[in-house]
Each structure stands twice: as C-alpha cells, then as structure tokens.
C-alpha cells in the first residue's frame, strides 16, 4: 500500500509559477507510474501529467503541455510538478495518484479510474 501526500500549493497570480510535491510512503514507490490530477469546482477530475516508474517517460494534456512539468525522484519516494506560466484556468485542487499497472504506455495512464492510491489534494489558485 502507498499513501501520498501533496504539499506546494498556493495563491499565485497568473503568469507565475509553483512546485508541487508529493511524497509517498513505503518502499515501492518505484513500482508505481504517478500521475497528476485536478478538480476545479464542479467539473470532473481531469489528467494533467504522468510519469513512468524508472524510465521517466511523461505525457501532458494539451493544456498543460509546454508549461507543466512533472518529474520523479525514487531515492526521495517523492513526485513534482512543475507549474508555470500558471493561468487562472488551471486553478483546482491538484491531487496525485499512483497506478499499479505495468506494461502500459504513458499516454494510456489519463483516467483517474486506473490509479489506485490518492493523495488528499492540494489547492492551487490563480488570481488574474
């Protein structure tokens, strides 16, 4: 089992930046592609970017991509992402996941039903 922890959100302004972080428990965070997630208010929970479990291979929605970046670190048991040029839209609660599966290319890890373990969220809010 992994429980995830996110930590880094905030206000911001629109065209600056934040990191989130997402720390995880126990000692197979590396058997787990981790992904990022958010949740405006009263929309549905939305892909925003995925890694893979060693070889660090990522995918991006369109609407992050070329701003977000997300990373990994396994000695450290702990996932990023790397926010910039933030515009008010991207304002949600961001949460990580973990997903089990193996075998499976990064671009096929966009739907929130395939990960198993979730973090609590974290708020991100970008005034305009």
């Known amino acids: 089992q992994v429980q995830l922890v996110e930590s880094g959100g905030g206000l911001v302004q629109a065209g600056g930046s934040l990191r989130l972080s997402c720390a995880a428990s126990?000692?197979?965070?590396?058997?787990?592609?981790m992904g990022w997630f958010r949740q405006a208010p009263g929309k549905e929970r939305e892909f925003v970017a995925v890694?893979?479990?060693?070889?660090?291979?990522?995918f991006y929605a369109d609407s992050v991509k070329g701003r977000f970046t997300i990373s990994r670190d396994n000695a450290k048991n702990t996932v990023y992402l790397q926010m910039n040029s933030l515009k008010p839209e991207d304002t949600a609660v961001y949460y990580c996941?973990?997903?089990?599966?193996?075998?499976?290319?990064?671009?096929?890890?966009?739907?929130?039903?395939?990960?198993?373990?979730w973090g609590q969220g974290t708020q991100v809010t970008v005034s305009s």
């Open positions: 996941a973990a997903d089990p599966r193996r075998g499976i290319a990064t671009m096929y890890r966009v739907s929130p039903r395939e990960y198993e373990y």
């Open positions: 126990g000692r197979t965070f590396s058997s787990y592609a």
């Open positions: 890694i893979s479990r060693r070889d660090s291979s990522t």
